[in-house]
């Protein structure tokens, strides 16, 4: 006879990936890691207090760890078998909150990168673009774990003025289409300054919804926090094979 035994500390049941958002007031669209509606799979949110731009990707504030941690704890108790988040930066908590939980973690769209890197033939390089290249520490590059992190070529939107509000200075109002046009023509440009560019990475939680207009510019793979979460995802919920034979 089935039955099913309360876990302490949940509120709440079946939900695959938990989701620990940073503290901002960004509005999320649809195919942001922060709109429920991305997903074809339950998930569940959890904001962590204090870890702001300003002390996440302007000055990064190692001080939120246990913060970051505690978050995480509670996002498994609610029994989630993969815990993500809604900014690459995040990667600098990634060892602490994957030694603190028995989840798969995966808090950064950076670690996606070494598989890039190895799929990719010798020589080819990856644009990555992120939230804000000024702040880029390259650093993050050895943290996700590439063997040569020189193959990356960083570009970042800092420059694109509706895209910084509402991501970098929490302004409470985004207009997707100049945003594409932006990030389009950002990545347009750099893959045509380096024809060893053979993919593309988004690092940034809000550029999903962008994407499909990236690839049908550069026709190249367009990774990002999606496609990472859908991955692993579907590894921890594996489904029976119906066809024929």
Not at 26 to 38: E, K, L, R
Not at 104 to 128: C, F, H, N, R
Request: charged share 20%; hydrophobic share 40%; glycine share 8%.
């Amino acid at each position: 006879m089935e039955e099913f035994v309360a876990r302490p500390g949940a509120d709440s049941y079946g939900h695959a990936v938990g989701i620990i958002l940073i503290d901002s007031p960004t509005p999320f669209i649809p195919g942001d890691v922060g709109n429920a509606s991305t997903y074809k799979y339950p998930v569940l949110y959890r904001t962590v207090t204090g870890v702001t731009v300003e002390r996440l990707i302007n000055h990064f504030d190692p001080t939120n760890t246990e913060a970051v941690v505690k978050t995480a704890k509670e996002l498994a108790a609610h029994g989630v078998r993969f815990i993500t988040s809604d900014c690459g930066f995040m990667l600098k908590f990634q060892k602490a909150v994957a030694s603190s939980v028995n989840v798969t973690v995966g808090l950064s769209s950076l670690l996606q990168l070494p598989l890039i890197e190895t799929v990719l033939a010798e020589g080819d390089k990856i644009a990555v673009i992120t939230a804000n290249g000024q702040k880029f520490d390259r650093e993050l590059l050895t943290l996700a774990g590439m063997k040569n992190p020189e193959v990356a070529v960083v570009r970042g939107l800092e420059g694109c003025p509706d895209f910084k509000g509402p991501a970098l200075d929490n302004t409470l109002r985004l207009k997707p289409d100049p945003i594409r046009r932006y990030l389009t023509d950002l990545t347009q440009r750099t893959v045509a300054g380096d024809p060893a560019i053979k993919a593309v990475l988004l690092e940034c939680s809000m550029l999903p919804p962008y994407a499909t207009a990236v690839q049908r510019a550069v026709g190249l793979p367009v990774f990002d926090f999606v496609t990472m979460i859908d991955n692993f995802q579907s590894a921890a919920f594996r489904k029976d094979f119906t066809g024929f034979y």
